[in-house]
């Protein structure tokens, strides 16, 4: 397993002592935490209520580019209020997530969806890794 806690992201978002249960770690911060990448870049986090109301104190939402929802960008911190599209709610994400090293962390399988609807290099890449990892076990 990774060295989750070294990992300088999630040690920042951890010190912004946000509530546990309105926020999930999505994107490329998933794979890490399940050790299937070394490093992700920087850490996208879905995050409603309490959560949201206080990341927008750290900067000013914006808009963001795939969805009608709104982000803010602090560091390599990114907070969103909602998930790309409205196939996903984002109280089930967050309430259906995973929970791991004491974060909550939406499901592989949307991310896995995610993935595949983005279709990028970087999301191919993570694709493949995925799938040897079904495969491995």
Do not use: Y
């Not at 790309?84 to 909550?104: C, P, Q, T, Y």
């Not at 896995?112 to 609807?117: D, E, I, L, W, Y």
């Amino acid at each position: 397993m990774n060295r989750f806690w070294e990992h300088p992201h999630f040690r920042e978002l951890a010190a912004l002592d946000l509530p546990a249960g309105d926020f999930a770690v999505t994107g490329s911060g998933v794979l890490f935490a399940h050790g299937l990448i070394a490093d992700p870049r920087d850490l996208d986090v879905l995050t409603r209520g309490l959560a949201w109301e206080r990341v927008t104190q750290l900067a000013a939402p914006q808009p963001m580019p795939f969805t009608a929802g709104e982000a803010v960008v602090s560091g390599c911190l990114e907070f969103v209020d909602r998930w790309f599209s409205d196939m996903w709610v984002v109280d089930e994400l967050i309430d259906d997530a995973d929970v791991l090293h004491g974060f909550r962390f939406v499901r592989l399988d949307v991310i896995r969806a995610t993935k595949v609807m983005l279709g990028r290099p970087r999301d191919l890449e993570h694709l493949a890794l995925m799938d040897e990892k079904v495969r491995e076990k």
